[in-house]
């Protein structure tokens, strides 16, 4: 099968799998990070195969929206792409990428061990960020049943990823447990580019909540 079939099979896949979701991470945010990636990998020697891949197939089985699994991304991807005749090198990879792009929590320090994995990963952070990010954040708390404010709960860096898988925060306290720091965790200078006016954007937006919220405005 060509590279191209794959990619259009994959991309059916996906949407079916996807297309209902309601807590950000639909298939128009697979679609926003697949073009991405594309943006970003544009004149950079990578496997652009493996990319695409992993952009497409990377919240197909997010842990967030399975009960904390961890394991059922692999296992999905790896059936899929094995009925694609897709070779088990490239499927590796493909899954590593999958298994190494997650934000942990503020204070958990994470490697990528490729080019491709942090084009993936900004391609990814690149729609946590701005007006698309502020949407999702809420999408988000609201889905998973989370406050939007309240002012007794202080945002928490958290120390490890067991302590961040619990979401015990509120769609304001997330700006600061992560949307504001991805834009200086950014890998590529394209993504860091691109983030810094969705990094004003947001801090605009919680000046201003803020304001409201002292009934300033
Ligand atoms: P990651 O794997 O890095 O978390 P995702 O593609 O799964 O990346 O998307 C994360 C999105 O989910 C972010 O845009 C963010 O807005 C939202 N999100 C994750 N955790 C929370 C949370 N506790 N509160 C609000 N939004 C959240
Ligand atoms: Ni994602």
């Known amino acids: 099968m060509s590279t191209e079939k794959i990619i259009a099979n994959t991309i059916s896949f996906v949407k079916e799998k996807i297309d209902s979701d309601s807590s950000g991470h639909d298939w128009w945010h697979t679609y926003r990070v697949w073009i991405n990636a594309k943006n970003i990998m544009e004149g950079e020697s990578v496997d652009f195969f493996v990319?695409?891949?992993a952009a497409l197939l990377h919240d197909i089985a997010d842990y967030k929206l399975n009960n904390n699994d961890m394991?059922?991304?692999d296992k999905i991807v790896t059936a899929w792409l094995k009925r694609q005749s897709v070779e088990q090198k490239t499927i590796k990879r493909v899954c590593c990428i999958i298994n190494e792009i997650n934000f942990r929590g503020a204070n958990v320090?994470?490697?990528l061990s490729s080019l491709e994995a942090k084009i993936v990963q900004d391609a990814d952070r690149l729609d946590a960020i701005g007006a698309?990010?502020?949407a999702r954040a809420f999408s988000f708390g609201g889905y998973f049943k989370q406050k939007l404010y309240d002012p007794d709960k202080k945002p928490n860096l958290h120390n490890s990823f067991e302590e961040y898988k619990k979401?015990?925060?509120t769609g304001i306290n997330h700006f600061?447990?992560?949307l504001l720091l991805l834009k200086d965790l950014m890998n590529t200078d394209k993504a860091k580019h691109i983030a810094i006016e969705r990094h004003q954007y947001m801090k605009?937006?919680?000046?201003r909540f803020f304001q409201e919220i002292k009934g300033e405005k």
């Open 109 to 111: 320090k994470t490697a």
């Open 51 to 53: 990319v695409e891949l």
């Open 167 to 169: 979401r015990e925060t």
């Open 176 to 178: 600061y447990e992560k």
């Open 71 to 73: 394991t059922l991304s």
């Open 204 to 207: 605009s937006f919680l000046e």
């Open 132 to 134: 698309i990010g502020i």
